[in-house]
């Protein structure tokens, strides 16, 4: 089992940058697809971006593309998702999920292990 602690989150300006963290303890962090997760209130959580086990592989949502950065650091056990030009729609709660399965999926129910999320807050 592994544990994942998100932090980073916060009330931000649009067109700013912020990155996201998640700490993960307890099994070989390097066993793990690893993804970022957002939920907005009313609305159904839903996939912003996944790594592979060792980094070489990034996916991202549409809505995010080119904006966002995933990376993980696999000595240090922890993923990382750095955001730019952040806009008031991207205002949600940010989760981070582990899966012990063998690809990047972009199903919620493809991960095992979840964060309590970290909230971040764009203002327009």
């Known amino acids: 089992q592994v544990q994942l602690l998100e932090s980073g989150g916060g009330l931000v300006q649009a067109g700013v940058s912020r990155r996201l963290s998640c700490v993960a303890s307890g099994r070989t962090f390097s066993n793990y697809i690893m993804a970022w997760f957002r939920q907005a209130p009313g609305k159904e959580r839903e996939f912003v971006s996944g790594?592979?086990?060792?980094?070489?592989?990034?996916y991202y949502a549409d809505s995010v593309e080119g904006r966002f950065t995933i990376s993980r650091d696999n000595v240090k056990n922890t993923l990382y998702l750095q955001m730019s030009s952040l806009k008031p729609d991207d205002t949600a709660v940010y989760y981070c999920?582990?899966?012990?399965?063998?690809?990047?999926?972009?199903?919620?129910?493809?991960?095992?292990?979840w964060g309590q999320g970290t909230q971040v807050t764009v203002s327009s």
């Open positions: 999920a582990a899966s012990l399965g063998s690809r990047v999926g972009e199903s919620a129910g493809e991960y095992d292990y």
């Open positions: 790594i592979s086990y060792g980094g070489a592989s990034t």
